[in-house]
């Protein structure tokens, strides 16, 4: 491990940040919406970016025509919606640019690894099954906890579960929900902005991508943050 990395452990986020998923759940949720006979547009999935799946769920269902609004119970859409992503993420699936070689790399410097994600567990293994589940040490679900994101739950119960404190710990996000999760948490956070602006904070750097960056980067980063205050 680089001596300067500051850090303790990482925790990852999934979808958007450690795979490339994002388009993976635009395309399934398009499909699905038009099967039924409603209209999905890309600033309705920007919408339903980062869950929790009870958001989701009750967007979709204000989408429905009329006619067949009360054909669908709730949470029927995302129920389905889950069963297709759960197929489709079990077969083969890309990381995000540099996600792969910076996990690798941390994997290797025998940093704690932590992935932790607003989806459930089936989704999870799906994509794990894909991936690799031997990278992280310990993965926390949408089941694992009481409450999913924008709460900390998640990333409190990683920490812990790992042995390490939160405040020592470095988390990457991408979403909305996810960076107030991690703030809430009292980490250090890595935002991937894609669409929308992310929150920001006193222990927040913005950053456009993981493409290229090693551990002696975020070092790095972090290090001239601290020097600017």
């Known amino acids: 491990m680089p001596s300067n990395f500051p850090f303790d452990a990482v925790l990852w986020d999934m979808d958007g940040t ?13 499909q699905l919406m038009e099967s039924i006979g409603a209209i999905w547009t890309h600033e309705d999935a920007i919408h339903c970016l980062g869950g929790p799946m009870a958001r989701v769920d009750a967007y ?31 077969q083969e ?12 790399e941390m994997k290797s ?7 932790v994600c607003a989806s459930s567990r089936p989704l999870m293994n799906a994509a794990l099954t894909s991936i690799g589940s031997q990278l992280f040490d ?9 409450r999913s994101k924008p709460d900390p739950e998640g990333y409190l ?19 909305i929900t996810g ?17 929308a602006e992310l929150p920001h904070g006193p222990k927040v750097i ?7 960056v090693t551990m002696r980067d975020i070092a790095n980063l972090f290090s001239l943050e601290h020097e600017r205050r």
């Open 179 to 195: 960076i107030t999760a991690a703030i809430a948490s009292g980490a250090f956070v890595i935002g991937l902005p894609h669409v």
């Open 206 to 212: 913005h950053h456009p991508t993981l493409e290229n």
């Open 109 to 115: 410097a025998n940093l704690p690894l932590a992935l």
């Open 60 to 90: 979709m269902r204000s989408k429905l025509p009329p006619d067949i609004h009360d054909k669908f119970a709730p949470l029927a859409l995302t129920n389905e919606l889950l069963q297709r992503m759960e197929v489709r993420l079990s």
């Open 18 to 30: 450690l795979i490339d998923s994002e388009p993976l759940w635009i395309e399934q949720e398009r």
């Open 138 to 146: 310990i993965t926390i679900s949408d089941n694992d906890v009481e």
């Open 157 to 175: 119960k990683a920490a812990a579960s790992l042995d390490v404190d939160i405040s020592r710990c470095l988390i990457i996000e991408d979403s």
């Open 93 to 104: 699936i890309s990381f995000t640019p540099g996600a792969f070689e910076l996990v690798n």
